[in-house]
Every structure is written in C-alpha cells, then in structure tokens.
C-alpha cells in the first residue's frame, strides 16, 4: 500500500532497509547465539544519523517525528527485531529528556545521544512493579542538593550496556502516583550496579537486566521536570514510544512473511512449488493482510501524534495491541509455512517467532492494552 | 549519427529494448511507416525502436540482438589511415619479471607471439627490463623470441611505473613494433595502460582470444565484459603499436625449442629516463598457508551448504590431496566461515582453473561470474534445482558431508598409485 | 588537501543475464550503480578528508542520468560534484575517457590526491587511472591497499601485489587506484540523503573543460569495437544422484586425467 510519504521519509525507509540489508541480515544469527551487545551495528545506525529521528536538530538530531521513527524501526526489524529494539529502547530512554529535560540536561545528553555515542534505558519495572507500575518501591529520598537511590528495577531492555538511564522511583510514598518522579542517572555512578543479565528466549542480541541501587548519590539537577512528575513523564513517553513498539512487531512481521514468501517459492512437493497450492496461497494472503492492516493504525497513530493531537492513548494501544498480535500469528504461520526446516535454528525463521513474544509483553501487556482502550471506549460513550 | 534503427527494418519486436544494459530504447508508434518485416513474414507490431542518444553509450550490445539487422553502429574511423602505419613492423612481448624470476604468463603470450607472427610474416622480440638476467635470455629465445630487447641498471632491479613505462615508451618509439603484448599482471595492467595513454596506442585488456584479420592484417583483440555475459572484439586500426594485455593461463604455453637461435639487443638511456618519483621502500611477500587462488590449476570452493566454519576442515582436506586451493562464496565469506581473501566472486576474485569443485553451491549469477571460465566444474549440492547444475560438467546431487569425505578418499587412493 | 575522486555509473552486471533461447542479454530494469570499486576510491577519499581537512570532489564522465551517481556520493559526505557530460563523449574508449578527465582536472587544478576505483565493472580494463595519470604526467600508484600515512607532502603506502605487497612512498600530488581490501565504504547518511537531494552538481561539457574535439568520443578513441557477441553458454553436463560411493566411482574415473596431470 502506498502511505503517500515524504521523499524524506522515503530517505529513511531505505536507508534503514540497505541498514538491515547490508549489515544486520548478514549477522542476525551471530547475535542471537551470542547475546553480545550488536555495539558495531548502532555505529553503523548512528552514522546513517538514524538516532536523530528522535532529537531535535539544535541539539545533533533531525527532528522529533514519532512516524519517521516507526519507519526506521520497522525496517530493522525486518531483518532482526533484536537489534532493532537496541535502536528503539534507546529512543524510550531519550523521549523523556526531549520531553521534560530543562536546557542543561538537553545539551548534556542529547547530542551524544544524537551521535549513538552514547545509548539510553528508561527504567520503571520492578520485581513486583510490572503491569501495575504504580506499585514501585524504588526510592530516591532528597538529601540536601542530592538524592538517595535505593531499590531494584528488572527487565530494563538496553540495560547494562546503555550509559544513560531514565529512572522513576517514589520520592513521596504518601501521595500514590503523585509521589513517583523521574531521573537521570548515567553508568558508572557509584552506589548504582547492574545485576544478573537475563537469558531470553527471544530479542536476545539486545540486553535485558537488572539496575541495582544502594545508597546511589545523585545531585538534584537530575530530576527530571518536578518532584511528583514521573507518572507523568512516564505516561507522555509512552505515547510517543508506543508506536515504535508496535514499528517492531510490524518489521517482525514483514520480515516473516517474506522469508515465507520465498520459500514457498523454492519449495517443491509433489511435483510442484507449494506456493501453487491454495492452502498456502490463502495463509500468505491472510498475513499480508493482517500485516497491512497493522501498518495502516501503526502509521495512523504515529501521525496522530507527530500532529501534537493530545489525546492517543487509545489508538496507540490499539495499534501495539494489533501490531504484536499480528506478528506472533504471521511468525507462527511463517515458521508452518517452513515446515520441518522451519522449526531448525539453522533457519531464520524459528527466531521470528522468538523475537514477535516480546511484542505481546513489553511496553505494556497486550491485556493492559486491552483495558486501555475499553476504558477509552466506556469514556468517550459516557459523555 | 553513430548509431541509428533503420525504421524499415525495424518490426518493433522490442529484442534490442531487453538487452540494452543503460535502458537507452524505448518504443514508438511507427505512425504508418511500413515495415520490411511484413515482407519477410513478419509481424510489424506498429512500433519502433528509438535510441536516446543521452543515455547510450554505444557499446553495441543491441546490434546483435536483433534479428533484422536494423541496427546500424557505425564504428569506423573517418579519418584517413595513418600512412606512417607501415613503418611499424614486428609482434612484441613485454616479459615480466619478479625478483629475476620470469613469470609464466611471459611465455604464454611468447608462444601466442609466434602463432601471430606467423601469420604477418614479421618477428617477435620480447622486451625485459631489470638487473642481471643474462642466464634468462636462452629460455625466451626457446619459447618463440627472435629478438629480446633488453635494458638493464641497478636501478630498475624491481619494477616501478614510471621508469618500465618510460623505458617502453622510448623503445616503442625507436623501434616501432605493430603489435604490444603483456601479461594481465599488477604489474602490466598499470604499466601498459600508462605507455598506451603516452604513446596514444589503443589497448584492449583481459583479452581472452587474439587474432589477424587477414585482410587488414590488423591484431583481432576478443575479450568478455559485463561481468563476461557479453564478449566483444576490438582493433586498433589506425594508431600503433596495437596493445593488448592477457590473462595467466588463458593462452597454452608451446614447449620450448632448444634449437632456436636469437638476438640481443642491448639498450641503455640516461638515468634520468630510470628515475621515479614514487619509491619502493620494502617488498612484503605473504606466504599463504593454503595454495594462491589465481594460480590453483584445481580449486575446491564451499558455499552457504557448508553450514559452518568447521565444516570447511572437510574441503581443506580434499583440497590437500588434491593439491588444490581452497575458494568460498560471498556467502561463506559473509558468514565468517572463510576470510575474503578466498572469496570467487563478482565482488571477489575471478578464477579460470583446469577444475573448480563447487561444495554447497548454489550458482548465483554473481558467484558464476568469478568462476564460469574453468574448465570443469563439478557441482555438489543437494538441491537439484541449484543454479549451479545449468553450468557444470557434471554434477552430483547429494549430501556434500557424505560426498566430499568419500571423493577424498578416492582421490587419495588414484593419486598414491 | 584536495581530493578529488573519479566514479563510473555501470548497470548493475548483476543483474544483466543471457537469454538461453535468444542468446542475448537480458536487462530487466537494470539498476545504474557506482561502479563497486568507485565506492572503496570515495571512502578513502572520505578518510583523507576526515583525518587532513580539506575537500572531496567527485568527478564522472557520462550521459546525464550519471548524476545519480554523483548525489549518491554526495550522499556519503562528499563536498562537490562535477558531471561531464556531452554528446560528443560518447563513444569514448579509454584513451579518450581519460583524456577528458584529466582535462577536467586541470580545470580544477588544485589537487593533492587523484583515487580512482581498480577497475569499472562494465569495462574491467583498468585503464583510465593510470591513463589519467600519464595524461597528467603524475606519479601513480595502482592497487593500493592502504594508505599507511602522508608526511610533509610525501605518502608512503601498501600496494597489493599477487604474493604479498610492496611498500611505495611518493611524493604529492599522485593519482592513486584502490582496491577492495582498503576499507569498507560507509552507508549514506540520512543528513547527506537530503543534502545530496538539494545539491547543485556542476556541469561542464567539451568546451567548458577545453578539451580537444579529436581527442574525445569517437574521435578521440584508438580502440573500435567491431562486434559483440554473446559466449556460448556453458551447457549443462551429466548429473549424478544416488549411492554415494558408486557416485564417487564414476566422478573421479571421469576426472582422472585432469587431477593426474
């Protein structure tokens, strides 16, 4: 389908495209085994300047435009979702600095960030803090000019291997969700350690880990916007990041049903390519559909928010909700299309499905996704 | 107008539209204009071909193409034949030299020398250029030297662009031979090209046939291009000498005659003709573990079947029986299985040996075009419908991890006897 | 310095084929590309420019659809870009290819670095960088590996050689060829992308460079091509399948005389 884009964004689609071509496609596998952070591909992804999508140009970046940022996600992710969600986490990190940062800590970290010097981690989840984030126990007590971090964040994509971190943690246990506030807090600093490394089942080139705070000193410049803002923060990045979520589950997606595509081409049975046979003809039909269809509230959510349209939290989880379900459904039906290769790890396909679980989870559970967008409904009814 | 579509001829079957590599043709409506093909039984489809002159190179690829001869290239020259032309006489052969060996293909192109000169009834020298390499000279003259030409000095021990080429070029222009021949070298490919531009002479390169026009008496130079999907032949009518330069091991080498008698001209220019601007500080030789790819008679090469760095132990080795170089694919090479320095390719080297043994191979265009010149192919693979099998001698359908070991062993087994 | 790097549009020759029942060439919507061993020349010519200062000027001889080529170079960060274009190129062999350039690098005239690509795809002849180099009268270097370091208007380099390499130093300015194991040559940048969309290429045509008409195109070219033809492909050959070992039997009874020689 023709989203009638931009020459720019044309521009980033295929540069992002020969990226996952040239670079990413060839080594996909290689990362996957090794679970080494792909450090030489965001290089490649900095230099092509694709982490100024999410940066204004004062300050080393292009411009902040959520749906150029989907383009570039979803075209890495054809060829590997684990790499790509490296790229798109470091964008969940940055959000709340072009969003809520003041002019220091804007020149501080976004023009390294702009570079891909340097990559970010937004950190909330905890142990016992997952879908119901409200539910932190992270946290940072004011102590004169500095704060005083104590608690365990997990599940931080990017983490252990990023240098900058968007922390939120209880500054006012009294006030509920107006006690959470948010911080920057770079690798390094003492008191701040990460744990164990988590094995994956899927998106495994990327790193998932744990962030260890022990009496961790920070000075108060590094509160992001007001104490009791950090929900919020946390809500405004969200919107702005979720489309790049359900941008990966679409690039899973497309990347899948291509790979089918060509080897229900290739493949002879009984005297003939099994892309001949209406059973196969169908499912492919019906993915690229489903994908399609994905793509359109994908792309319509994100120009949605590059519109500065205030309210999206419904659309936008529709499109992550719709997006990740799509891909499990289009990776699974791929890895069938495969056949026994399919369920070889010497076949790319088997790692489609790995990496499309994720999509369903993180950012918000597709069932968080779900009462989302009910409440949205019941809502605007109620008026 | 250098090239044009007789529109009478022309039946619209847009053949020529296909095969052009610069998208210069398109079709338009004929606009009444008959055709020619009507007569000969033809269809006219009620278009013509119409060359953007913008955008054609004239490279000529549509004149064969179609079947009408309606495409007309006009290449010849319109300017008088040079008539000093007939001042230059005699085939030479510029014979390299590394460290004061005499590379083979010197004696190739020799022996090519001889079987042209023949047919222009003149004489071939050869051309060596260095420091003491007196006990070379009979060996030359046994493989088909009548004269060698030969310049020596300290200085010009190791080969250096600008003294070989001024040397050449003061030669050529004393001595005015028709015909240059040198091996498709590192060394002659840029020493060749430099003495070509100086001494204004056309030059054909990587020439895979030579011949005489025997009318024209002129040097037929044949060689591939567009990656060897196309071969073209080329003269160098009007200008001398005519220069050509030809691969290692395209053309035989005659046993030599112990018999032959030559002369030696010795020749010598003032040191300022000797000098270099550039210096050649050190020469580095890498010694590879495993047997130089261009100069393998017999190369074994895996592809992305392989499945694994490890799995290239098994094609070392049937290559070491074999006495045979080791190759890969870009996509082995691409997946680190084997470093690109073995890569046979579009984008690695192009191999032409006496048997090249492609192990899990697909046959891409791209891997055919560094490799399609060898003798026999022997394709393993188990995929029947590979590529690969449209263009090898023969081919063996099967699990390379079963075949490769049983073909090592049997190989061992003939060649212990 | 100045660097000035010379680049060939080519069809992509991946994807020309023979036609097996016509015996043609088949192009079906052949991409133009730079020609692959231009893209080593104008990364280097990138890593000059980073390490010296300076500026990168790109340079093709060509029909006008060439200038893809040059915005795409643009695209990878170099600064200038100038098209030769003109009917009365057309035609040109390798003498007169370098003949024109060279008199477009005259007109440029402030050079410290001359890189040009091994060899084009299309023609695989290799000549027109040294051919611009005698055209010139400038020092050349060909197959140059790496360019180790550039001291006081001297460079001292890595050529690569069929056993090894040598190690050259020449004094500037010098015309330089490349080959593969030199770098790797960088993608495009988005920033570059748009630049080299706005950018204005310089045009010059035979009289803008002062080239002689005898000199270039037709005129201009000792060499004629006086026929093209398409090879005899190479035909299929006998297929084996079945029990490895009387497979293997047959295999090397057949290659025998080949692996004993």
């Keep these: 389908m023709d989203y009638l884009l931009s020459d720019e964004q044309k521009m980033i689609k295929e540069l992002a495209h020969k990226i996952a071509e040239e670079k990413i496609r060839p080594v996909a596998a290689k990362y996957d085994r090794s679970e080494e952070y792909p450090w030489d591909i965001i290089k490649i992804i900095a230099e092509a300047d694709l982490f100024g999508l999410f940066i204004p140009e004062e300050y080393g970046g292009l411009s902040v435009n959520v749906l150029n940022l989907c383009l570039a996600t979803e075209e890495l992710s054809r060829a590997c979702g684990g790499i790509a969600v490296c790229y798109a986490a470091s964008a969940l990190g940055t959000f709340p600095i072009v969003l809520f940062g003041n002019e220091e800590q804007k020149k501080k970290y976004l023009p390294d960030l702009a570079k891909g010097k340097k990559v970010a981690a937004f950190a909330i989840t905890e142990p016992e803090a997952g879908s119901d984030a409200s539910a932190i126990k992270t946290t940072a007590k004011k102590e004169g000019d500095y704060y005083i971090l104590n608690g365990l964040k997990h599940f931080i994509t990017n983490g252990g291997d990023a240098q900058v971190y968007i922390l939120i943690a209880m500054t006012d246990k009294t006030k509920g969700a107006r006690g959470a506030s948010a911080f920057i807090i770079e690798k390094g600093t003492p008191g701040f350690t990460f744990g164990k490394k988590e094995d994956k089942f899927g998106i495994r080139a990327s790193s998932t880990c744990e962030l260890i705070f022990t009496d961790c000193k920070i000075p108060k410049e590094n509160l992001l916007s007001k104490e009791g803002m950090g929900f919020i923060v946390t809500m405004k990045t969200f919107d702005m990041s979720r489309p790049g979520v359900a941008a990966q589950a679409l690039g899973i997606a497309q990347g899948a049903l291509e790979l089918a595509v060509k080897y229900a081409k290739e493949r002879n049975q009984f005297g003939k390519s099994i892309s001949s046979f209406q059973g196969i003809q169908w499912m492919l039909a019906d993915m690229a559909t489903e994908i399609e269809a994905a793509r359109a509230l994908v792309y319509s959510t994100a120009r949605m928010v590059d519109a500065g349209i205030k309210d999206v939290a419904k659309e936008s989880a529709m499109a992550k909700m719709f997006a990740s379900d799509v891909a499990m459904k289009v990776a699974v039906d791929s890895l069938q299309i495969f056949g026994g290769y399919g369920y070889m790890r010497d076949y790319p396909i088997e790692k489609y499905v790995r990496d499309a679980k994720i999509t369903q989870i993180y950012e918000g559970t597709n069932q968080i996704q779900r009462n989302i967008i009910a409440l949205q409904l019941i809502k605007e009814m109620a008026k | 107008m250098p090239i044009q579509i007789i529109v009478e001829k022309c039946t619209g079957c847009t053949l020529c539209v296909k095969v052009c590599p610069f998208d210069a043709i398109r079709m338009v409506d004929k606009k009444g204009l008959t055709c020619s093909g009507k007569q000969a039984g033809l269809t006219c489809s009620g278009r013509q071909a119409v060359i953007d002159l913008n955008k054609c190179t004239l490279c000529g690829a549509c004149v064969p193409a179609c079947k009408l001869k309606a495409v007309v290239l006009e290449k010849e020259d319109k300017s008088a034949p040079n008539p000093s032309l007939k001042d230059y006489k005699g085939i030479w052969v510029f014979i390299e030299q590394k460290n004061g060996k005499i590379q083979s293909v010197s004696y190739e192109l020799l022996s090519k020398a001889k079987e042209l000169a023949k047919k222009l009834s003149c004489a071939v020298s050869g051309v060596l250029i260095g420091n003491d390499l007196d006990e070379h000279l009979d060996e030359l003259i046994w493989h088909g030297a009548d004269n060698i030409y030969l310049v020596e000095a300290p200085q010009i021990t190791n080969f250096q662009d600008e003294p070989y080429a001024n040397i050449l070029i003061k030669l050529i222009q004393k001595y005015k031979p028709e015909i240059l021949l040198c091996g498709a070298t590192a060394i002659g490919r840029s020493l060749i090209s430099r003495v070509a531009i100086t001494v204004k002479a056309g030059l054909t390169a990587d020439c895979t046939e030579l011949d005489i026009d025997p009318g024209r008496k002129i040097l037929l130079q044949t060689r591939p291009a567009f990656g060897g999907n196309i071969m073209a032949t080329i003269i160098s009518p009007n200008y001398r000498p005519q220069m050509a330069t030809v691969r290692h091991k395209v053309m035989p080498i005659m046993p030599p005659d112990k018999n032959r008698k030559g002369k030696i001209i010795r020749e010598s220019f003032n040191s300022s003709v000797y000098a270099s601007r550039a210096k050649l500080l050190d020469i580095v030789e890498e010694i590879e573990t495993l047997v130089n790819l261009s100069e393998a008679d017999i190369i074994v090469s895996g592809g992305r079947g392989m499945n694994g760095a490890k799995n290239f132990k098994l094609l070392e080795e049937l290559a070491h029986v074999l006495g045979a170089a080791v190759g890969a694919s870009r996509a082995a090479v691409d997946s680190d299985w084997m470093p690109y320095s073995h890569q046979v390719g579009q984008t690695g080297r192009t191999v032409a040996p006496k048997l090249y043994i492609a192990c899990g191979i697909s046959g891409q265009i791209q891997h055919l075009v560094g490799m399609q010149s060898s003798k026999i192919i022997l394709a393993i693979n188990k995929d029947p419908d590979a590529p690969i099998f449209k263009v090898a001698t023969y081919g063996i359908v099967g699990d390379i991890f079963e075949i490769i070991p049983a073909l090592t062993k049997k190989f061992k087994e003939i060649l212990k006897k | ?261």
Excluded at chain 3, 84 to 107: H, N, Q, V
């Design chain 3, 1 to 261: 310095m100045n660097i000035i790097i010379c680049i060939k549009q080519v069809p992509e020759t991946t994807e020309v084929r023979i036609n097996p029942e016509t015996n043609t060439l088949i192009r079906e919507g052949v991409k133009s590309i730079i020609n692959p061993f231009d893209m080593y020349a104008i990364e280097e010519g990138m890593r000059l420019k980073e390490k010296f200062g300076g500026k990168t000027t790109v340079i093709t001889m060509g029909p006008p659809q060439a200038e893809a080529a040059l915005r795409e170079a643009i695209s990878m960060g170099i600064d200038e870009a100038i098209l030769l274009s003109d009917r009365a190129f057309a035609g040109s062999d390798t003498w007169a290819t370098s003949y024109t350039l060279s008199c477009a690098i005259k007109k440029i005239s402030q050079f410290d670095v001359i890189i040009c690509g091994k060899q084009a795809s299309d023609g695989d002849t290799a000549q027109v960088g040294p051919g611009i180099a005698a055209h010139l009268d400038l020092p050349q270097v060909t197959y140059v590996k790496k360019i180790e370091e550039i001291t006081d208007k001297k460079m001292r380099l890595e050529r690569l050689m069929e056993e090894g390499f040598e190690i050259i130093e020449t004094p500037l300015p010098v015309l330089l060829t490349v080959v593969k194991e030199i770098n790797e040559p960088r993608l495009p940048s988005l920033k570059g992308m748009i630049r080299a969309k706005q950018a204005k290429i310089i045009a010059w045509d035979a009289s803008d460079i002062q080239a002689e008409p005898s000199s270039i195109g037709l005129n201009g070219s000792p060499t004629q091509v006086v026929k093209i033809f398409t090879p005899a492909p190479r035909k299929s050959g006998q297929i084996f399948q079945g029990d490895t070992q009387g497979v293997v039997e047959k295999i090397a009874e057949l290659l025998k005389k080949d692996i004993l020689s």
